[in-house]
């Protein structure tokens, strides 16, 4: 009987130490190696900030529960054919409403590339050359489907956006984030033509009874962003902005 215990005894005892071995393997090499996949998804070689979740395919839902007055669909050129042309996304774009309707409105437009997909919300900043928030940021709290749209007045033409945040996101932890975007000074990008000169700093205003922050230019013109409801809106016309809200 003291045999067959025996036998049975050091196969368990081997197991033990085999399981034990492994955990202390997976405690020193598994969570370094986490550790590395999770350093390196998240800094590039040049220090940079990666790690941005991959852009879902999606089809465009617009933001605006009352319709704009005009909806457009823009074909977005690929950057040869743009390059070859040598014109700006601004002035094809202004080009393309020159085109339609010249009437006072709110023109929702949805850019789309060669291949009919909708472009995401980073891919639309950098068209205009107006990345003022970093990528990643965007990406990962806010819904790559942005609701672009153009305001158009007696003085011209005035582009603006709304992004619509992530479930589970809240306003009011990214404010600081968001509002870093006053350092960038990269807003006269969002203007089809020059607004001039900017002024120093932003300041606070009321449009549509929201609290926004707006940045002056020597032309008249003005770049407003702020926060209503779980949306953050950009807009190089204050009036253009306001007519958005109604519509949110």
Excluded at 66 to 79: I, N, R
């Amino acid at each position: 009987a003291g045999g067959a215990l025996w036998k049975v005894f050091v196969p368990l005892v081997a197991i033990g130490a085999l399981a034990t071995s492994l955990y202390f393997a997976y405690q020193i090499f598994g969570r370094r190696g986490a550790a590395n996949d999770s350093e390196s998804a998240s800094i590039g070689a040049d220090g940079s900030s990666r790690g941005a979740p991959a852009i879902p395919e999606f089809v465009h839902n617009s933001l605006f529960q009352k319709p704009a007055d005009e909806l457009l669909v823009f074909a977005v050129p690929t950057q040869t054919d743009r390059a070859s042309e040598l014109k700006t996304f601004s002035q094809r774009l202004e080009e393309f409403l020159a085109l339609t309707s010249k009437k006072r409105g709110l023109i929702e437009i949805r850019a789309q590339d060669v291949e009919n997909r909708d472009l995401a919300v980073d891919q639309l900043f950098s068209l205009f050359g107006a990345t003022i928030l970093p990528k990643e940021f965007l990406l990962a709290k806010f819904s790559p489907d942005p609701t672009f749209f153009v305001w158009r007045d007696g003085g011209g033409l005035w582009p603006g956006i709304v992004l619509e945040l992530k479930k589970g996101e809240n306003w009011l932890f990214l404010r600081k984030d968001v509002a870093g975007l006053e350092q960038s000074r990269k807003m006269e990008s969002f203007f089809l033509r020059s607004p001039g000169a900017a002024a120093e700093e932003f300041k606070n205003v009321t449009v549509g009874g929201q609290p926004m922050r707006k940045l002056e230019f020597s032309s008249g013109a003005s770049f407003t962003y702020g926060w209503f409801r779980g949306y953050l809106i950009f807009s190089a016309s204050e009036e253009g902005l306001k007519e958005a809200l109604v519509r949110l």
